[in-house]
Nanobody
Framework: QVQLVESGGGLVQPGGSLRLSCAAS????????IGWFRQAPGKEREGVSC????????YYADSARGRFTISRDNAKNTVDLQMNSLKPEDPAVYYC???????????????WGQGTQVTVSS
């Protein structure tokens, strides 16, 4: 059974860091481009970052660039999102998803995880 599972969410103070992890079962992540998306209450889901399958190229939304880093750990079959300098506007449910090549269009992603909650509060 193909499955993506996110972990690492939680409560952090503004300026703090979290590391999210996306783990796969039933398939090998390095054959797929993996995107991270987030959805805050009352807002549409938006793309945050993506790492390609072909050459490891990385892509970031303007809101994430310079603060977030996406990376692969092929030995663990995971894709991580290191989030630093978290801001009050970052809280959301964060999802990872798999597709063939990085694209911000969500419907082109074939597999989605259930999400992990990130809360930023003092």
């Amino acid at each position: 059974q193909v499955q993506l599972v996110e972990s690492g969410g939680g409560l952090v103070q503004p300026g703090g860091s979290l590391r999210l992890s996306c783990a796969a079962s039933g398939f090998t992540l390095d054959y797929y481009a993996i995107g991270w998306f987030r959805q805050a209450p009352g807002k549409e889901r938006e793309g945050v970052s993506c790492i390609s399958s072909s050459d490891g190229s990385t892509y970031y939304a303007d809101s994430a660039r310079g603060r977030f880093t996406i990376s692969r750990d092929n030995a663990k079959n995971t894709v991580d999102l290191q989030m630093n300098s978290l801001k009050p506007e970052d809280p959301a449910v964060y999802y990872c998803a798999a597709t063939w090549e990085c694209i911000w269009t969500q419907y082109q992603y074939d597999y989605w995880g259930q999400g992990t909650q990130v809360t930023v509060s003092s």
